[in-house]
């Protein structure tokens, strides 16, 4: 059995968080670790905590908002950076993709939405439309494909503490769910549901709301999906909440996922 390992974190902010995620990354060797909201322009990403670590590094950001990045210990093939589908924005500090032998993996950071009227709600809508087609048109259910990142939807009653009260809200509005299941219908299984289908289990707690992860108030909107032939083949999946109890922390904690690949 040979094992693979991959994690998503919302690091909000790569400078402010360097040192926990790297941290956490000494002790969790994973293969595959899509960083989100990095938050900073290419020239002023340090690689070099990662190269230290035997990782190789790919990125795209832009100056205080959005940026995503792969880590990888062995090299991706055929990186690519945002949609590549001639509409915009082409968006390559919300996606960057690349290859492990067979193995397709898309790191996304999905706007959030601001509010309902927002246009950023209309386009956060279209994201999900793009996805979907990204996937029609460079794979398909067959194959190994990770889809994976803060997707801002929780899908489900049980991925937000008192669904009740956030019908409303652009990351839980019945079209967004609705959007982001059309995506998951071309043939992605959601893998931490499928070892942990219990309440109760975030990767998202509020600066906002207080002592939110001591009181588990939260939302699960950081997500890996794996086609079936994937999902099949992985052991376990969860949250790592240590790092959001640390000093300075991110507001996003880590998602874990291992396969037997």
């Given amino acids: 059995m040979a094992l693979f390992r991959i994690a998503t974190f919302n690091v909000n902010s790569i400078r402010s968080r360097m040192p926990a995620l790297m941290r956490w990354l000494n002790d969790n060797r994973v293969n595959l670790l899509c960083l989100q909201e990095t938050k900073v322009q290419d020239a002023e990403f340090d690689p070099s905590p990662f190269h230290e670590r035997g990782y190789s590094i790919v990125f795209r950001g832009q100056k205080a908002t959005a940026g995503v990045a792969i880590a990888s210990l062995e090299p991706l093939e055929d990186v690519r950076i945002g949609f590549g589908d001639g509409e915009d924005p082409d968006d390559g500090p919300r996606l ?9 993996v898309i790191n996304t950071y999905v706007p959030q939405g601001k509010s309902l009227e927002h246009p950023d709600y209309a386009y956060k809508l279209r994201f999900f439309r793009r996805i979907r087609a990204l996937l029609e048109r460079e794979s398909s259910p067959g194959d190994p494909v990770l889809w994976v990142g803060d997707l801002n939807v929780a899908p489900t009653d049980i991925d ?14 019945e079209d967004v769910k609705r959007a982001f299941e059309e995506v998951r219908q071309w043939g992605l299984v959601d893998v931490f549901r499928k070892h942990r289908p219990g309440e109760g289990e975030f990767s ?3 600066y906002r709301v207080k002592d939110s992860l001591a009181r588990n108030i939260g939302w ?42």
């Avoid at 008192?162 to 509005?173: Q, S, W, Y």
């Avoid at 640390?246 to 396969?259: G, L, M, Q, R």
């Fill in 96 to 104: 960057i993709r690349g290859r492990l032998g067979d193995l397709l």
């Fill in 160 to 173: 937000v503490t008192h669904p009740e009260n956030k019908r409303d809200h652009v990351c839980f509005h």
């Fill in 204 to 206: 998202f707690f509020d």
């Fill in 220 to 261: 699960r909107i950081d997500h890996i999906l794996a086609t079936k032939s994937l999902a099949d083949a992985s052991l376990d999946s969860w949250v790592d909440r240590l790092p959001r109890s640390w000093e300075k922390p991110s507001d996003h904690t880590p998602v874990v996922a291992v396969f037997d690949r």
